[in-house]
């Protein structure tokens, strides 16, 4: 496994609602981030369709665009969503997972613009589109250390 | 789990009657596993979301996960405009675009809506959300949704 990857499994292991969801890391590398996203019922928004809430999509894609910050900074950095924007294409299929890509596409000191896609079969056609711009905060300084965690492994 | 097209109505129709919508809150699973509540005082509707361990996304602060705090602002802004358009089906969220404002801290938060434009096709919701004071928002978001 890559250190990039390792970092990024690191950082989705410490977030809670994440394993909550059962969110996993598919890929991770100088390209980008893809994470994935188990269908449940626990995640449904529509009890008649089965179709899963834009909320769950919302996490996902948070999620996917801030740790996609850990495939372009040399080592972890709290980076709070400043905004995210998403864009509903369609409504994803009941019973398959998602997928969530995201990359980084304009790394300043003070902010990281990320951009990204939601889908399930076929990446050319998108659930959603998604913007989020996220701020630095530089290295991060905290009492559990979480940043040594991430980039050491001992997540 | 699906629930029928009628049945769902049903449970529409009971809450706009009643002025409690707690069964339609009760009704959507992701609402419900993230424990939101609703309120209808008069001709407004306040939205509460308990703290709750699963919610928390940074361990360390510790904090909410800002896709928990979009998703009950989605989820608010929905209800509202069922609520208040007497709608028997669910809006469709067509886009979604939040602005954090403060870290959400593991505290009770709370939201309320403004719908700034309804059309026959399409609504426009704006959602503030909030912790301490509603003058001090930790986010505050606006989405559109497709109405028929």
């Known amino acids: 496994m890559s250190e990039i990857e390792l970092r990024a499994r690191n950082f989705l292991s410490v977030l809670r609602h994440c394993q909550h969801l059962q969110m996993t890391v598919e890929r991770a590398d100088e390209d980008g981030l893809v994470l994935r996203l188990p269908y449940s019922d626990q995640i449904v928004g529509n009890p008649v369709t089965g179709v899963i809430h834009g909320g769950a999509i919302t996490t996902l894609m948070d999620t996917c665009c801030g740790i996609s910050t850990v495939c372009y900074l040399p080592e972890f950095e709290i980076c709070p969503t400043l905004d995210l924007r998403i864009d509903y294409m369609h409504p994803a299929e009941p019973g398959k997972p998602i997928f969530g890509f995201a990359e980084c596409y304009r790394v300043t000191p003070t902010v990281i613009f990320t951009r990204g896609i939601a889908y399930q079969d076929d990446r050319e056609q998108p659930i959603a589109h998604v913007v989020g711009t996220f701020m630095r905060m530089g290295k991060a300084v905290d009492p559990a250390d979480l940043g040594k965690r991430i980039d050491q492994g001992d997540a | 789990m699906s629930l029928s097209e009628q049945q769902v109505q049903q449970i529409i129709t009971r809450s706009h009657e009643t002025g409690d919508y707690s069964a339609l809150v ?85 939201a309320t809506c403004q719908v700034w434009r309804q059309g026959r096709r399409v609504g426009n919701v704006a959602i503030t959300a909030w912790q301490t004071h509603s003058s001090e928002p930790i986010a505050t978001a606006r989405a559109h949704f497709k109405l028929d």
């Open chain 2, 26 to 110: 009760e009704l959507i699973p992701y609402a419900r596993m993230i424990g939101m509540q609703v309120t209808r005082l008069g001709n407004e509707a306040f939205f509460t979301l308990p703290r709750q361990d699963i919610n928390i996304g940074n361990p360390v602060l510790p904090a909410l996960h800002g896709g928990v705090i979009a998703g009950f602002m989605e989820q608010s802004a929905m209800l509202h405009l069922m609520m208040f358009m007497n709608s028997e089906v669910f809006p469709k969220i067509i886009d979604f675009s939040v602005d954090y404002l403060r870290a959400g801290l593991y505290r009770d938060t709370y």
